[in-house]
């Protein structure tokens, strides 16, 4: 197995806190790989520096062989780096179908001259999108909300949906943050189904979370 | 029930609008005050789309009104270039204009956008104000009207049509950018800026394109009050009560619809002009009006009733 | 040559002086709400106007000053309880359409209650003019500049030392838990209200002698106070008055060297380079956005 994505000697410290220090970690292509510890041991934090919100003080940080270090998450989201967020982080003010559009993005490249004028190819692209939302809607079992708005949608459909929002980038690598976190044992359950149908499909899965149990039985590594 | 969209609804309504009432209140008082809500309503449009769709603040729009309207004044006047071609030209500028002061200003928040745009909008009255042998000052300049196909555009009535027209497009134009995947990404902004840049979304550069189009939605509202009105000054068309305008129309009517910016407009356009009976009470009533609309209807006025309306339904 | 650039340097601090109160204003009532107040000029008007009027009646010029004070302060205690504590689900943008409004409300009541014409205020130390390195200065600046060392002071003391300062820096940090630790978080921002406004009335009143007032004086002075304290760095008393101080030498020098007829514009153009190099402003403090 090709390493995927690679972390050396990373540090980062916030005004004398040091929230990262010297963490170094190699995760081969399609595995699930976990990391666990306790809260403010700094796995949000390196998460963040993966997807290129933070940049280190220190270290290198490379996919698929390349340096991202200092590249700006959309340039990231454009290489196959995609995801979720521990504190929600859903467009409140659109539709569940709208959100996962918007994860469409990258993938919708109508000039916005044609867009100023709905030509043709605007309104197919349009199509496109949303057929590929709906799709991945299903996927993750939120077809009921399609058409709902995020803000009336419960917890636990907020954390699916943001997990259909990072996958409708088509990703190589996914990094999910607590996806489990207040969820119900029923919730969880579909949880961890859905991851596993995640990696099945060749997806890399890097993994945040606080239940031991859905870690043992998922992970093909674990930090 | 599918096919009455809000976008549909309102284009149709608008067409209605602007083809009857000619026919239902015939005087040219009537049709000019019309007028000012088209040229405005292009303009509250453009804004909100920054505003209530990408979440930006500008308190400095109206620099861009100015843009426009002094274009049509100046260039046939000192440049010998025809009206029709400088509505174009001024479209340019701003656009020009934008591109400049959005790369450095669009990267800040919140409250620091609204000095920065509040201070662009000042520079463009102080330039127009100062700058009197292109200008004429304070006392502003009048503007040629344009000929189109060998006429020469003077009365009310066919300013009415022109800017009505321009209106109906500009309102299906913001359609398309609102259904569009640049106008799911400009929400997205609003929303979660994180969430949007860590999907794909480059946050700069929509805001940076919305920035762009706004300028030139609120330069062809400018060209067309200057080429309606054949007069303009810097306060009239640049000043910071402008602006002042702009924003209120969009935040009264309600942000992120583009429907709702047209009615805000209206009552916008509407209110000093029946603001009037009052005489020296105007500013008083004015103010008034303002914080009542805003403490009693905060999503706007459009989105309240409507919702009313919802409310006694079900 | 020497004599020019004193002259600007104490114009511009003079007017700095009356930027810094207004944006101090300005930078308590956002501190406390997080409401940008576009009325903070009209309560130094209205502290002005009130006090030429009521001097005019015959009352002494100090007692008829206070009366401005308490005029402003009233203004300030209704523009939170009449208007903005009813709209806590506005947006930011609504925000700012309500105290423009209440701003146009005030102009409104000026012009109906006073005039609209142009008035002073007989400058307290005479129109003497004092010679300094050639450069000649009115009495009346060193007043101004006495006038907001004092209340700056005060206010550093009183935020400092008092309770209810410690309580406005507790509901700027923090409102929930100022409220769960006991805070009276209502009674609070209406001293905050009350507070800015009356400063913002004496800074008026200060600046009568100098400037002149009229009802419509408020909007420019809102302008430049809350562009004074977005150059500052918003939430800081202490940019609040560097803002300002910066932004009347800019002006002056701006005007004087190179053209008085874009004296304002040097002001903005000002902003927009130091917001360009420093987003936070001159002396905020950089927040990161957590996830």
Redesign the interface.
């Known amino acids: 197995m090709s390493t995927l994505l690679e972390i050396k000697n990373v540090s980062i410290s916030?005004g004398g806190v040091q929230a990262v220090r010297d963490v170094s970690l190699s995760i081969p292509e399609g595995v699930v790989f976990s990391i666990i510890g306790p809260n403010g041991a700094g796995k949000?934090t390196l998460f963040?520096i993966i997807s290129g919100?933070y940049v280190p003080q220190a270290g290198a940080v490379k996919l698929r062989g390349a340096d991202i270090v200092g590249k700006r998450p959309d340039l990231l989201a454009r290489n196959g780096l995609s995801r979720t967020?521990?504190?929600l982080?859903i467009f409140t003010q659109m539709s569940a179908i709208e959100n996962v559009m918007v994860g469409r993005h990258i993938h919708e490249r109508t000039s916005t001259v044609a867009q100023l004028f709905s030509l043709p190819n605007v309104l197919r692209e349009n199509r496109a999108s949303r057929a590929a939302a709906t799709k991945l809607l299903t996927y993750v079992g939120l077809e009921k909300y399609i058409d709902s708005m995020a803000s009336a949608m419960p917890y636990g459909a907020l954390k699916r949906l943001e997990i259909a929002r990072a996958l409708a980038t088509d990703p190589k690598i996914i990094l999910l943050d607590e996806p489990a976190a207040g969820c119900n044992a029923t919730e969880t359950a579909d949880v961890e189904q859905l991851i596993r149908r995640i990696a099945d499909t060749g997806v890399t899965v890097l993994l945040i979370e606080h239940d031991m149990k859905l870690i043992m039985r998922i992970s093909d590594r674990i930090l | 029930m599918k096919f009455l969209t809000p976008r549909i609804l309102t284009v149709a309504l608008l067409v209605i609008v602007v083809a009857l009432t000619p026919v239902v209140l015939q005087s040219n008082y009537y049709l000019r005050v019309m007028t000012l809500i088209y040229v405005f309503g292009l303009a509250a449009i453009g804004l909100n789309l920054l505003?209530g769709f990408a979440g930006q603040?500008s308190?400095g729009h109206a620099g861009f009104v100015g843009i426009g309207a002094y274009a049509v004044g100046i260039a046939p006047t000192h440049l010998g270039i025809p009206g029709l071609y400088a509505i174009v030209l001024g479209a340019g500028v701003s656009a020009a204009v934008a591109a400049i002061?959005g790369k450095?200003?669009l990267?800040?928040?919140?409250?620091?956008l609204?000095?920065?745009t509040?201070?662009?909008g000042?520079?463009v009255a102080?330039?127009l104000?100062?700058e009197a042998s292109w200008t004429g000052g304070p006392d502003g300049m009048s503007v040629p009207r344009p000929v189109i196909f060998g006429t020469r555009i003077r009365t009310v009535e066919q300013w009415y049509w022109i800017t009505g027209g321009v209106l109906i497009l500009g309102t299906i134009i913001a359609y398309n950018i609102a259904s569009s995947s640049t106008g799911r990404a400009l929400r997205a902004i609003h929303d979660s800026?994180?969430a949007a840049h860590t999907v794909g979304v480059d946050i700069a550069k929509q805001k940076f394109k919305v920035f762009v189009i706004s300028a030139v939605y609120a330069s062809l509202a400018g060209s067309l009050l200057a080429l309606s009105n054949g007069h303009i000054t810097p306060d009239s068309t640049a000043g910071?009560l402008r602006s002042?305008e702009l924003?209120?129309m969009?935040?009264?009517g309600g942000?992120g619809s583009i429907a709702s910016s047209i009615l805000g407009t209206a009552v916008v356009v509407l209110l000093p002009q029946v603001l009037t009976v009052f005489h020296?009470?105007?500013?008083?009533?004015?103010?008034?009006?303002?914080?009542l609309c805003?403490?009693l209807m905060?999503a706007g006025v459009v989105p309240t009733i409507l919702r009313r309306i919802k409310g006694r339904a079900t | 040559m020497l004599s020019d650039l004193v002259q600007y340097a104490a114009s511009g601090v003079t007017v700095g002086a009356i930027y810094a109160l207004i944006a101090l204003g300005f930078t308590l009532i956002y501190n406390s709400t997080h409401v940008?107040n576009f009325a903070q000029g009209d309560f130094a008007m209205l502290g002005a106007m009130t006090t030429v009027f009521v001097a005019a009646a015959g009352v002494p010029v100090v007692a008829a000053g206070i009366l401005g004070i308490l005029a402003a302060a009233c203004a300030g205690l209704l523009l939170y309880r009449a208007?903005i504590s009813?709209?806590k689900?506005?947006?930011?943008?609504?925000?700012?359409?309500?105290t423009?409004?209440?701003?146009?409300?005030?102009?409104?009541?000026a012009?109906?209650v006073f005039d609209k014409r142009f008035h002073s205020l007989p400058a307290w130390f005479g129109t003497e003019p004092i010679k300094v390195l050639d450069a000649t200065i009115q009495p009346q600046s060193f007043v101004v500049l006495a006038g907001a060392a004092v209340i700056v002071f005060a206010l550093v003391v009183f935020t400092k030392k008092t309770l209810i300062g410690k309580g406005i820096l507790a509901i700027s940090q923090n409102q929930l838990a100022a409220t769960l630790v006991g805070i009276n978080v209502t009674t609070i921002v209406t001293l905050a209200f009350v507070i800015s406004a009356a400063i913002g009335g004496t800074a008026g009143i200060l600046a009568t002698p100098i400037t002149l007032t009229s009802y419509d004086a408020g909007?420019l002075l809102s302008?430049k106070g809350?562009?004074a304290a977005?150059?500052g760095g918003?939430g800081s008393p202490m940019g609040a008055v560097i803002g300002g101080l910066v932004l009347g030498l800019v002006e002056a020098f701006g005007g004087g060297l190179i053209s008085s007829?874009?004296k304002?514009?040097f002001a903005?153009?000002a902003?927009?380079v130091v917001?360009?190099l420093r987003?936070?402003?001159l002396v905020g403090s950089f927040v990161?956005?957590?996830?």
């Open positions: 916030f949000t963040n919100l967020f521990q504190n982080q | 505003m603040v308190l002061i450095p200003i990267k800040l928040r919140g409250h620091y609204a000095v920065a509040l201070g662009f000042f520079l102080l330039l104000t100062n800026e994180i910071f002042v924003l209120t969009v935040v009264l942000l020296e009470y105007e500013h008083l009533v004015l103010g008034l009006v303002m914080m805003i403490i905060p | 940008a208007a009813f709209a689900n506005s947006s930011v943008l609504g925000l700012i359409v309500l423009i409004g209440a701003a146009i409300f005030l102009k409104g009541v012009q109906i909007t302008l809350f562009a977005m150059l918003m007829a874009y304002d514009a903005f153009l902003i927009l917001l360009a987003p936070q402003g990161r956005e957590r996830v």
